[in-house]
């Protein structure tokens, strides 16, 4: 308290620390976050910043080397976790590396690119490896650090907020015994979905395959062996990482998966304007592109730049936050392709300027995605597929040109290509006349605008908005003290108890059973029969 | 128009005409409603209701003997299907006939009751046989009516909505090619989750088992032959009703079931406060309690009544509108139990009355239900568990005790039960002891009003009200002409492709092929080896 509060009357003060109380108790829960880092960190700042401003207390627990997540904010306290570091360097090195695998994988047959796909397969499974032993030493100090941890629970927080992109939230949540919220849309065990909802194989397109929820047989042969391999890297990459951290303080038995079916709200960022129409369950809430919001205006010289295109309209691209730079080759055959087009282009590039570089093309090294994507002059998006930007392009009904490149950017593209909405380019076999063929496609043929902006207006055609019906579900966990009632039982049953192997094996045990005396007896009258006519006959 | 209307200034009576247009544009749009008589109608309605509200035009689909579908009404334009009549006699009988056999059903194991259960499935398929023969001659008379069809055309709908308990609906709606909206929790297959969504037998109760969620291994095996029997007695029931119909009106391929199938959305008579938490699908919305609303004062003389309860507060009870009067000493058991309480008691009963009722016992023909139910001082509510009044009960946070006669009642408030919020009498052993020691454990004991208080908190907190989230889906129907895109693809596929029978097939015999090479090489290698040998030996 500073001294202006403690000179205050008395009645003047008591009033006051009422009006606190009863704010603290009217609209303020405490919310205890343990984000990922990275993009991740992205949108769940965007749940915090909004969780702020209803008033709640927040606090982050942050790993020291943190890349995007800030010690100090205005929006929350924060606890920080000591770290080796160096993440966002190595970070770096394995990204260069898939971009350059990723360079070599052309398009054509799975198996005509089995050494770079197993290659992929690697350097994924390496770093991902490294990323969850660095996320297992975080958790280690945590929960080794008596102090903070009584601190914690001293506390009295209302929930854990979480991504199950790593496992700490969720270890957390069951040591201090909170209700537990995900922001998700991957755990560590892969797709969100496949965890907690039925997901049969013959619809739903398992991650990474670029496959649609209509397949031919040997499509579904592929899904069906993906997801086993797809398993069998996930529990690899996850499992030692977290399994002996698990044993240390939860106990020998446990299993690290369980942690992830505690959640109580499982806030999906996805939507089904999005995502083929699957099973779902009642503790999830599809909240897919609630980061999105209307555009504001640009900054002078851009929207001059932009108003200079006349009716041609602009075009727009961005491969994200993590490939700034594509190698020269390739730079250079877009922007051959840019230099051919009635259109004006504004291009976030940092890497060297390409030297055929047009007059209608504008490099930047940040751009103001959301308000150039909500202009009305902006023809179509060129990106590399990420969530946010996907999301952002359906919500502004704005045309895609994919250029994926790895992680889930193939998925995301494909789901809009599918829906007739994208056009996706190899960068592999990236050229400009491939590239400029696909640029006057999306711009000139009105079709892909068309169902982008049907794609737009069902998703902006909601009951409650998505960030509004996060917060409104964080909320009601906080009310009513956890959410369990929505869980599904499948979760407390063995995969022999949930598909009823033992019901099944006892009916056709009985079937059998009653077969062979059938069997037996109808062999017996037989038999005396036939013994019967014989010793007559003889 | 009458003569003021033409009386106004020509201007004036432009603009009005302006004003008229665009209201009809703006909201109103055209609805075709195929309903499901008696209880379900009551359901409907109030979703009519509010559709006129907001400015819709809707017309009712109605049968020549509808029992509660009036003619006329401020509500919609009718149009009246020829059909035989005396549904409402011949249910009454039936229902008298299963009230005989339900009494003669003692507590007790299935099989000390094998007779009078299947008397019981008897009756209630000679019912439903009946029932669905009466709507097949319906639905018949209006695709043979030319006229009719060609106007139902030519008024250019937007939307069909039913409740496919039966038929028609579905049908017509294929017939015109308008997108489809359910009112439902039955369909004639049975509880609709079933047909749409994966319904693991391990953990979600098949329809009239009266269990849980948690089954022991004897409960999970009477689930999956409760599933199968029951499966098969549906399609005894309906198939013979509808396959004649949809072969001569849409082909001879065309198999029933799929008109249930083509659903845009399924508003679901259901929640999951009531429900088990269960795996469900993007177009289904949950709708449970739409019809509830805050109770209103009550007429001065029942208010009075009421009020001279004091402290020690009333009972309701009422076992609906179908079952009005119980046998004479069934009724004299539960008027002595009233008797001995120092509660007042309200009962609809229209049967003779008991010998032996109490001063504090009042009988009426008919009350005003939900005002009972949302009156501070009512304690308990006595219902044969019909849908609508425990989704009151729970709406309103009044503890039950159940009374279940057949039809789901057994299974709704077994739901209730398993939540510690209701207490069920087995109708065939009532006795004054019995019921009064009921009576007395959920006035006395806390934790029954505790839980439905629970219940009812959790079920007022939605983001979104059940009755405008039935109401914003049947506008996005209209708005979007169809939600197609939250149709998962499993209804498109058969069950063999489904649980992709196919692809482990193929897999099990690569596996198989791949073992038996393995061994024959083995063998051949071992052969040559030991021929070797031999001939060295040799």
Same mark, same amino acid.
């Given at each position: 308290?500073?001294?202006?509060?403690?000179?205050?009357?008395?009645?003047?003060?008591?009033?006051?620390?009422? *009006?606190?109380?009863? +704010?603290?108790? %009217?609209?303020?829960?405490?919310? &205890?976050?343990? #984000?990922?880092? @990275?993009?991740?960190?992205?949108?769940?700042?965007?749940?915090?910043?909004?969780?702020?401003?209803?008033?709640?207390?927040?606090?982050?627990?942050?790993?020291?080397?943190?890349?995007?997540?800030?010690?100090?904010?205005?929006?929350?306290?924060?606890?920080?976790?000591?770290?080796?570091?160096?993440?966002?360097?190595?970070?770096?090195?394995?990204?260069?590396?898939?971009?350059?695998?990723?360079?070599?994988?052309?398009?054509?047959?799975f198996?005509?690119?089995?050494?770079?796909?197993?290659?992929?397969?690697?350097?994924?499974?390496?770093?991902?490896?490294?990323?969850?032993?660095?996320?297992?030493?975080?958790?280690?100090?945590?929960?080794?650090?008596?102090? *903070?941890?009584?601190? +914690?629970?001293? %506390?009295?927080?209302?929930?854990? &907020?979480?991504? #199950?992109?790593? @496992?700490?939230?969720?270890?957390?949540?069951?040591?201090?015994?909170?209700?537990?919220?995900?922001?998700?849309?991957?755990t560590?065990q892969g797709e969100a979905h496949f965890l907690i909802a039925p997901s049969p194989l013959s619809y739903i397109p398992f991650t990474a395959t670029?496959l649609t929820d209509k397949m031919t047989f040997p499509q579904r042969l592929k899904n069906v062996l993906s997801y086993f391999v797809g398993m069998f890297i996930l529990s690899y990459?996850?499992e030692?990482?977290?399994k002996?951290?698990?044993?240390?303080?939860?106990g020998p038995d446990v299993d690290y998966s369980t942690f992830f079916l505690d959640a109580?709200?499982w806030?999906?960022?996805?939507?089904f304007?999005?995502e083929f129409p699957r099973p779902t369950v009642p503790n999830v809430?599809?909240?897919?592109?609630?980061?999105?919001?209307?555009?504001?205006?640009?900054?002078?010289?851009?929207?001059?730049?932009?108003?200079?295109?006349?009716?041609?309209?602009?075009?727009?691209?961005?491969?994200?936050?993590?490939?700034?730079?594509?190698?020269?080759?390739?730079?250079?055959?877009?922007?051959?392709?840019?230099?051919?087009?009635?259109?004006?282009?504004?291009?976030?590039?940092?890497?060297?300027?390409?030297?055929?570089?047009?007059?209608?093309?504008?490099?930047?090294?940040?751009?103001?995605?959301?308000?150039?994507?909500?202009?009305?002059?902006?023809?179509?998006?060129?990106?590399?597929?990420?969530?946010?930007?996907?999301?952002?392009?359906?919500?502004?009904?704005?045309?895609?040109?994919?250029?994926?490149?790895?992680?889930?950017?193939?998925?995301?593209?494909?789901?809009?290509?599918?829906?007739?909405?994208?056009?996706?380019?190899?960068?592999?076999?990236?050229?400009?006349?491939?590239?400029?063929?696909?640029?006057?496609?999306?711009?000139?043929?009105?079709?892909?605008?068309?169902?982008?902006?049907?794609?737009?207006?069902?998703?902006?055609?909601?009951?409650?908005?998505?960030?509004?019906?996060?917060?409104?579900?964080?909320?009601?966990?906080?009310?009513?003290?956890?959410?369990r009632h929505l869980q599904t039982r499948a979760h407390k049953m063995s995969w022999f108890v949930y598909n009823s192997v033992d019901v099944f094996t006892a009916l056709l045990a009985a079937v059998l059973l009653v077969t062979i005396i059938l069997i037996a007896v109808v062999r017996f009258l037989w038999r005396k029969i036939f013994t019967g006519r014989k010793m007559k006959q003889q």
């Amino acid at each position: 308290f500073n001294n202006k509060l403690l000179n205050m009357p008395h009645s003047s003060f008591l009033t006051f620390m009422l *009006l606190l109380i009863q +704010l603290s108790v %009217a609209s303020g829960g405490k919310i &205890l976050v343990f #984000p990922l880092d @990275g993009s991740h960190w992205v949108n769940m700042k965007v749940i915090v910043e909004e969780l702020h401003a209803r008033g709640h207390e927040i606090t982050v627990l942050r790993p020291s080397d943190s890349w995007y997540i800030k010690e100090k904010s205005p929006l929350y306290t924060s606890v920080t976790l000591p770290c080796r570091g160096g993440f966002e360097e190595n970070f770096g090195v394995y990204l260069s590396r898939q971009l350059e695998i990723r360079l070599q994988i052309k398009p054509g047959s799975f198996w005509s690119n089995i050494w770079a796909h197993m290659q992929m397969r690697w350097v994924l499974l390496d770093q991902f490896f490294q990323f969850h032993k660095k996320v297992g030493d975080v958790i280690t100090h945590m929960f080794e650090n008596e102090d *903070l941890m009584q601190s +914690l629970e001293a %506390a009295k927080y209302d929930l854990v &907020l979480t991504d #199950p992109g790593i @496992g700490g939230g969720a270890m957390l949540a069951r040591k201090l015994q909170l209700p537990l919220v995900f922001n998700v849309r991957w755990t560590i065990q892969g797709e969100a979905h496949f965890l907690i909802a039925p997901s049969p194989l013959s619809y739903i397109p398992f991650t990474a395959t670029e496959l649609t929820d209509k397949m031919t047989f040997p499509q579904r042969l592929k899904n069906v062996l993906s997801y086993f391999v797809g398993m069998f890297i996930l529990s690899y990459m996850s499992e030692p990482a977290y399994k002996p951290i698990v044993n240390r303080f939860f106990g020998p038995d446990v299993d690290y998966s369980t942690f992830f079916l505690d959640a109580d709200i499982w806030l999906m960022r996805n939507d089904f304007v999005f995502e083929f129409p699957r099973p779902t369950v009642p503790n999830v809430v599809y909240m897919g592109g609630f980061q999105c919001k209307p555009s504001k205006s640009l900054p002078a010289d851009l929207e001059e730049f932009v108003q200079s295109s006349g009716d041609h309209g602009i075009v727009v691209m961005t491969l994200g936050t993590l490939v700034s730079n594509l190698p020269q080759d390739v730079s250079e055959e877009i922007a051959a392709a840019f230099a051919q087009l009635p259109q004006k282009v504004i291009w976030r590039y940092v890497g060297q300027k390409p030297n055929n570089l047009g007059n209608n093309t504008l490099l930047v090294k940040w751009l103001p995605q959301n308000n150039l994507l909500g202009h009305p002059k902006t023809r179509v998006f060129i990106t590399h597929g990420g969530t946010n930007g996907v999301q952002e392009a359906i919500y502004h009904g704005v045309p895609v040109i994919g250029l994926p490149l790895f992680y889930d950017q193939p998925d995301n593209l494909s789901r809009v290509k599918v829906k007739g909405a994208a056009v996706i380019v190899d960068i592999a076999m990236l050229d400009r006349h491939i590239f400029k063929d696909a640029l006057m496609t999306v711009i000139y043929n009105s079709t892909f605008g068309d169902n982008m902006r049907t794609l737009s207006k069902l998703h902006r055609d909601q009951p409650v908005k998505p960030l509004d019906q996060a917060v409104f579900w964080i909320e009601y966990v906080i009310r009513h003290k956890g959410a369990r009632h929505l869980q599904t039982r499948a979760h407390k049953m063995s995969w022999f108890v949930y598909n009823s192997v033992d019901v099944f094996t006892a009916l056709l045990a009985a079937v059998l059973l009653v077969t062979i005396i059938l069997i037996a007896v109808v062999r017996f009258l037989w038999r005396k029969i036939f013994t019967g006519r014989k010793m007559k006959q003889q």
